[in-house]
């Protein structure tokens, strides 16, 4: 059995985060679809004004304006559900994304690609609750560690996305190599227990959320008996009928073999898990040219990466696919079919 899930003051009836998927896959229809069933709807904000007019000239301007507008779009159709952002802290004017959801009422930031030292003094003096994203019990020392000394705080969740994540993955390639789930999962248990120790330091409730992998109710039954209190999925999101993704990107998940799916170099700096195409093939021959920089991510130098990420996740979102980068989970190769958020709930809590 399951129990709702407690961040802060906020309690989903659903104890399931839908991931954050950029650039444009969750946006308000999955995000506002999930929250109004009980789960906690998540909107990305990875380039989230892609699709506006003004995009090009000023993409800041524009991601900025339509964090505020999705926010707003999802909180109608969310029925007084929990909504969060994703927010990636290698993004380029960082603080500005943070502080615009904060403006808008969000209720949480999830918040990974890097550690977000920086995030509680963005939030301080609100309501908004913060979880930043960890894999492994090194970086949840660091984080807890860096909040207590540096803001004299804690997160009010820690979310532990594992090697069988989509997207952006906290591990070297020598590490999804060699991963063992015993070990993980002690591992999970050690994060556990360091999140009850500054739960009792800051007197709060500090619940674990995993990530990556995990496809039905027995999995996840197999995660709350490690002392984890919630989960989060995004894969299997994608082919549902209110994803935001175009047809085709949902059409490409559906379309894929398992050996499609391979770790692919990013300019964000870590590997990431996409499916294999005609992009990817490219990549792996060499650079690809870069039209015009987006000023999207920090550690990216035109000059030096390999292909423009926001050009290729923008192409996925578009449904251009063969000049896209179209990232998964592990597990993608299993969603055969369109269904709806309904039944994907159902898998877990059916």
């Known amino acids: ?164 994540a989509g997207g952006h993955l906290g591990f070297s390639l020598e590490e999804l190599n060699n991963y063992e789930e015993k070990a993980y999962q002690t591992e999970i248990k050690e994060i556990v227990n360091l999140a009850k120790e500054y739960g009792e330091k800051y007197q709060k409730d500090i619940p674990v959320v995993a990530a990556g992998g995990i496809q039905d109710k027995k999995e996840m039954e197999d995660y709350f008996s490690l002392g984890v209190r919630g989960i989060q999925v995004a894969t299997k999101f994608v082919t549902t009928e209110e994803c935001d993704a175009h047809i085709r990107y949902k059409e490409a998940y559906i379309a894929c073999k398992k050996e499609d799916i391979v770790i692919v170099k990013s300019p964000v700096g870590m590997p990431g898990r996409a499916i294999k195409n005609d992009f990817i093939e490219r990549t792996f021959l060499g650079k690809i040219p870069i039209k015009r920089c987006h000023n999207c991510i920090k550690t990216c130098d035109p000059k030096e990466t390999p292909y423009c990420i926001t050009d290729a996740l923008v192409n996925a979102a578009r449904g251009n696919l063969k000049d896209a980068l179209i990232f998964c989970g592990a597990n993608a190769y299993l969603e055969n079919r369109m269904r709806n958020v309904d039944e994907v709930l159902g898998d877990y809590f059916g």
């Open 1 to 164: 059995m399951y129990q709702p899930l407690k961040i802060g003051e906020l309690t989903a009836k659903l104890p399931i985060i839908q991931g954050g998927m950029g650039v444009g896959i969750s946006l308000s229809s999955l995000a506002g679809a999930v929250a109004a069933r009980g789960g906690i709807g998540v909107i990305s904000t990875a380039q989230i004004g892609f699709s506006e007019e003004g995009y090009d000239k000023n993409p800041l301007e524009t991601n900025l304006r339509m964090i505020g507008e999705h926010i707003k779009r999802a909180r109608k159709s969310a029925g007084g559900g929990i909504l969060g952002v994703n927010i990636m802290v290698a993004t380029r004017n960082y603080e500005l994304y943070v502080k615009e959801a904060v403006k808008n009422g969000i209720d949480i930031i999830i918040s990974g690609a890097g550690l977000p030292i920086e995030l509680p003094s963005l939030v301080k003096g609100t309501k908004t609750k913060l979880i930043p994203i960890i894999s492994s019990l090194k970086g949840a020392r660091v984080i807890l560690k860096l909040w207590d000394k540096k803001e004299k705080t804690a997160p009010d969740a820690i979310l532990v996305e594992g090697p069988k």
